[in-house]
């Protein structure tokens, strides 16, 4: 459920028109719904209120400062992958000791940042981060709480790119591996092993890859305690999909029941990171649309988004919904338009042969669900300004991040003497 709904005809942000804000602004922006990003956190916190837990939100997902922040203030931590992410974690306010920190490849100076910040773990990712994490930590007299992100070789069934629990992608130490691994890590100087983590992939739509990863969790939690090994963490990372179409997605209350059914009994504290669940139907991009194309055998909506502002239609072939501001008078004046953005390639593609009501020059659409991997991914290619996100709280609205504009771009190159 999301507070985006029509009210005589137009669309609203909880009480605020988006055109007001449109106008205001200007187009494209993102909108988010305070209410919104609340409820949802809300819904996964009572998904998992029987065990202890602990949400870390994926900032990747959405890393504006006054969402963190919306996040925080309900006690949400945060799951980061770059230090980056860190500093706009403690910025909003997320206490450090509710701040894991994920990834692949985090440097030495991430690593020693992290040290010194005194984060809740950092979740190792190989036997050579590892081995640079205890050297950095030790350096700082610091034993660093960490749990290993295994790869438990489960397919999540969900897009190739946004896969991550099979053996032959990149992340976490393979699971076979592990239990040597945390072995060895409870004798290194610089680290204390605490348990374990998966994250198997994003937009998981079945449960039943969750399920696979959560047994093998317990196999191996079960085995490193057999060695008198100490774990009393585990963390399940993020990927609970939610509906972008038509299609049904697992409840959160389900995905809880499935962590209670498969490891409640394991007398740990757990972590969760969502990130799209808690963000994606949060948010909007808005845009308008600045031709109406007829081709031979097409018709194509040129709009002011593009391909920079919102990249997961040309990244991932993902769908998003798409409705105009106002709502239309004559639902059966379907027209077929193709959904295009301004930028200089065919990949700048929205939607193809969508069914909308009669579109022209002027008129406002909203994409729906894209308070997720929306803008974290915007940048500025053909020059384009990175757009502004806008924070909706009942009848107030404010710009959260302002616009971009080319001049400001421009002022951060410079050039080299030999050329001036
Ligand atoms: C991306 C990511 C998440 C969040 O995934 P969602 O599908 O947005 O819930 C959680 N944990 C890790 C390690 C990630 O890389």
Known sequence: MDHFQYKNGALFAEDVALSEIAKEVGTPFYVYSQATLERHYEVFAEAVKDIDATICFAVKANSNIAVIK??????????????????????????????????????????????????RQINVESEEELELLSEVAAAHDVRMPIVLRVNPDVDAKTHAKISTGKSDNKFGIDWTRAVEVYQRASNMAGVAPKGLACHIGSQLTDLEPFRAAFRRMKEMVGELRGLGLDVSRVDLGGGLGIPYDERETPLPIEYGKLVVEELGDLNVEFEFEPGRMIAGNAGLLVSEVIYVKKAPSKTFAIIDSAMNDLMRPSLYDAYHAIVPLVEAEHVDDMQSYDIVGPICETGDTFAKDRQLTRLESGDLIAFRTSGAYGATMSNTYNSRALIPEVMVKGDKFAVIRRRIEIEEQMDMESLPDWQS
């Not at 203030?73 to 992410?85: K, N, Q, R």
């Not at 403690?90 to 910040?117: H, M, N, W």
């Open 70 to 119: 919306t996040l925080a203030d309900l006690g949400a931590g945060a799951d980061v992958v770059s230090v980056g992410e860190l500093k706009r974690a403690l910025k909003a306010g997320v206490p450090a000791d509710r701040i894991v920190y994920s990834g692949v490849g985090k440097s030495r100076s991430e690593l020693e940042f992290a040290v010194q910040t005194g984060i």
